[in-house]
C-alpha cells in the first residue's frame, strides 16, 4: 500500500482518487477551494461523477502542506493553465526526489512548455512522470475497462507508477516518451473542437474521420517535429486519445465544438459546457508550435481562426476541403 495525494478535487482527479483507494492505497484528496472538500467531506459524492460514492477512508483537505506530506507519490490533477501556479504553490512542501504524476493535458502558451517541464521548473527537488490515454472520468469513477500509459524519465520510475494504478479495470503500459505523450494529449483536444463543431454543423461520419485521420497526422507530423517518437503517436495518448474524444459525448471539447457549430461564440460554448475546455487553451499554442518547427497545421489553424478570429465554422470547413491539392502522405 502507498500513501498517494491527488492535487485537484475535479472529475479526473476524483476518478484517479477512487481507482487508487480501490486498488487499496491511501489516498488524500486536495482542493484550493474550501466549499469542494465541505462537499466531499459532507456527502462523498460530486456532482459531475454521478452514482459515485466515495469511500469513509479517503481524506479531503484544503491544507496543502498536510496534503503533501509523507507521501510515497502525488497525483497533479488541476486543469493545465493551473498548473504553473499549483506547482509553485507545491514547491515548499516538497521533498528532495518527490515523484509528481501530472494527468493534465496541454500546453503553456506564453512558454510553448509541456507541463511536466513547468512542474520540473517550479518544483527543481521533483521527479516528474505523465499519466495519459483514452480516459474519460465517467467511466474510470464507474470501473469500466480502461487502457492508460504512464511516461517517466526511465522505465524503474515508470514501472513503479505503473503497479500502483494498474487493476482488472485499468491496464497501464510504460513510455519513456513523456514528450510525444503530453503533446498527443494536448493537440487531441484541438482536433476533437474540430470533429465537435462539424458535429454542430451536421455533417457526418465522414467528415469526422476525415478530421481524426488527417488531424492525428498533424499532430504526429508536429510532434516527431519536437523529438518525440512516432509510434507514441499511432498509440493510445496518441490516435486513441484523439478518438475517444472525437466521438464521445463525455468530451467537454467535442461538447464546445458542437456548440461553436451551431452558431455559439467561443466564451458562450465554454460557459455552457461549464467545465475547463482545455482544446480553447492549447489551440494557440499548437499554432504557435507548429510555426516554430515549420510545420503545416491546417486543421489547428482553421480551428484558431473560429475561436480567436471570428470566422464561421462553414467557411473553417470550406478552406480545408479547397485546399492545395497534394498527396496523403505530404
Known sequence: MAKTA?????????????????????????????????????T?????????????????????????????FLVLAVPSIYTRSTAARMRPWCREGQLIINV??????????????????????????????????????????TT?????????????????????????????DMLGMEIGGALKNVI??????????GYGDNTKAALITRGIHEISRLGTAMGGKEA??????????????????????????????QGYTMQQAMDEVQMVVEGVYSARAGQLLAEKYQVPVPIIDEVNQVLFEGKPAKAAVLDLMLRDKTSESS
Not at 15 to 25: C, K, Q, T, Y
Not at 233 to 259: E, K, Y
Open 6 to 42: 491527488i492535487i485537484g478535487s475535479g472529475s479526473w482527479g476524483i476518478a484517479l482518487a477512487n481507482l487508487l483507494s480501490v486498488n487499496g492505497h491511501e489516498v488524500t484528496v486536495w482542493s484550493a477551494i474550501p466549499q469542494e472538500i465541505t462537499s466531499l467531506q459532507d
Open 44 to 72: 462523498r459524492q460530486l456532482k459531475t461523477l454521478p452514482g459515485l460514492i466515495l469511500p469513509e477512508s479517503m481524506v479531503f483537505t484544503a491544507n496543502l502542506e498536510e496534503a503533501m506530506r509523507d507521501k510515497d
Open 104 to 145: 493534465a493535458k496541454g500546453i503553456e502558451e506564453a512558454t510553448l512548455m509541456i507541463l511536466t517541464d513547468i512542474i520540473k521548473e517550479e518544483i527543481p527537488q521533483c521527479v516528474t512522470a505523465v499519466l495519459s490515454g483514452p480516459s474519460h472520468a465517467e467511466e474510470v469513477s464507474r470501473l469500466l475497462p
Open 148 to 176: 492508460c500509459v504512464v511516461g517517466a524519465e526511465n522505465m524503474e520510475t515508470a514501472g513503479y507508477i505503473q503497479n500502483q494504478f494498474m487493476s482488472p479495470v485499468f491496464r497501464v503500459y510504460t513510455s519513456t
Open 192 to 201: 476533437a473542437l474540430a470533429a465537435g463543431i462539424a458535429d454542430g454543423l
Open 232 to 261: 507514441t503517436f499511432g498509440g493510445l495518448t496518441g490516435i486513441g486519445d484523439l478518438i475517444v474524444t472525437c466521438a464521445s459525448m463525455h468530451s467537454r471539447n467535442r461538447r464546445a465544438g458542437i456548440l461553436i457549430g
